[in-house]
């Protein structure tokens, strides 16, 4: 089965919806338009090169490497998808050694266009995720280290003597400057890529507002417009049955009257959890509470499900601060879809361990798992492996709750094996 931490499993399936790395998106249209700026800058600038030397060295093969970051910007072009990361990725590699090629023909770390190296270090940190931008500092920093082994001097009259041993204070300059170059790219690659993920989760968590408070709407005008209409049958439900009582009615009719105004409350309470689903917290505060017994305690909320679910042993006593109806009512979202996926002869697995003042829940079924295609799509509102027996909301809400609650939720899936569900919360909301 899955083992409970956040290292990668083979042949599982992974959807993880918020987590202190999100990576950002770009688009690749977006991409493009900053490679042909990039691309007409290296022509004009090989070009005006070619126009100061009577005879340029390596002039076909300069348009050679501007004309084959051309031919990829055309080729990833026709590429319609949005945020392909692995594309946007090997591009700016690509476009670092075609940097290379083009300084190394040109003068070498002497051409001031060398400082280019860093607009792709720069890309790598807002387009793609970690990994990516710092293969790109490393490539560019080798790159611009390499050019002072293998490049050609500038002619005499762009300057080229400086690359001659009477311009010897200039090469240390010039090695000042691939350090410095190093040094910036770091820094690029660390605080602009964290710049980077902080705007994207927020421009996440504001799209996820919004979806709130569209659902937040629909409760409102749901509970408004059934509320009453449910209030009016169990009042009729129960005078009815007081008057076929008083008449000696069957006492089968009088038990179905008594199942009408049951209902109605049960739905009542549906309309509270929808309104508590869609992000209205109803004010409440966070609650000191025994964590293995506020476990227990959800569990039995399940009602006849409980029997299904097998909570391990805690070690230890553990107290959380959480607000507790929106706890209960996320980790009951994916109780119930874990116990309804699962067989009677196979119960939901629940483990919860607490680690450095974070809650880590994992709740595992036995049920038929989900492919990638699937997995992908858990989580967006209304969308169901059920047909007809859910609205598709279970893990919208569960996941909306903690992350309201400063958490996560990550799905972990395999087809013919089970899901297995993490939630991972403070241990002290608010603090």
């Not at 858990?378 to 309201?404: C, D, M, N, W």
Request: hydrophobic share 50%; net charge neutral.
């Amino acid at each position: 089965m899955l083992p409970h931490d956040d290292r990668p499993v083979h042949g599982w399936h992974r959807r993880l919806f918020a987590a202190p790395e999100a990576s950002s998106d770009m688009s690749l249209r977006a991409v493009v338009r900053l490679r042909w700026w990039g691309l007409a800058v290296q022509g004009a600038a090989v070009a005006l090169f070619a126009s100061f030397t009577a005879s340029p060295v390596g002039l076909p093969i300069l348009l050679a490497l501007v004309g084959l970051g051309a031919a990829s910007n055309l080729l990833i072009a026709r590429w319609e998808r949005s945020g392909a990361e692995r594309v946007v990725g090997a591009v700016v590699l690509l476009d670092v050694v075609l940097l290379t090629g083009l300084l190394s023909l040109t003068g070498g770390p002497a051409n001031p266009f060398s400082v280019l190296y860093l607009t792709y270090v720069m890309l790598a940190a807002i387009a793609t995720r970690p990994a990516w931008t710092w293969t790109a500092v490393v490539l560019s920093s080798a790159g611009f280290g390499l050019l002072f082994f293998v490049s050609v001097p500038l002619p005499s009259e762009l300057g080229g003597h400086h690359d001659h041993g009477e311009g010897q204070p200039y090469s240390a300059h010039l090695q000042g400057m691939w350090l410095a170059h190093t040094v910036t790219a770091v820094f690029i690659a660390r605080f602009v890529g964290r710049l980077a993920n902080a705007l994207n989760r927020e421009r996440e968590s504001r799209a996820q507002t919004s979806r709130m408070l569209g659902l937040a709407t629909l409760a409102a005008g749901a509970a408004h417009e059934i509320g009453n209409p449910l209030a009016t049958i169990r009042v009729a439900a129960s005078e009815l049955a007081k008057e076929l009582t008083t008449e000696g009615a069957a006492p089968e009719t009088v038990r179905d009257l008594a199942l009408i105004g049951d209902e109605v409350r049960r739905a009542h309470r549906v309309l509270e959890h929808m309104s508590v689903g869609a992000g209205e917290l109803l004010g409440e505060g966070p609650v000191p509470t025994d964590l293995a017994a506020f476990i227990r305690a959800t569990v039995d909320g399940l009602g006849s499900a409980a029997g299904n679910v097998a909570v391990a042993p805690m070690p230890g006593a553990q107290t959380v601060r959480w607000p507790l109806q929106a706890a209960t009512q996320a980790l009951t979202q994916l109780l119930r879809n874990a116990v309804e996926v699962s067989p009677a002869h196979a119960p939901v697995a629940v483990r919860v361990k607490v680690v450095d003042g974070t809650v880590d829940i994992s709740i595992e079924d036995a049920g038929p798992g989900m492919n990638e295609a699937t997995l992908a799509r858990i989580g967006e509102p209304f969308f169901t492996t059920r047909p007809g027996r859910g609205q598709g909301l279970g893990v919208f809400i569960a996941r909306s709750l903690v992350e309201h609650l400063g958490g996560w939720v990550a799905i972990d899936s395999a087809e013919g094996v089970g899901t297995v569900a993490r939630v991972r919360l403070p241990q002290e909301v608010g603090v």
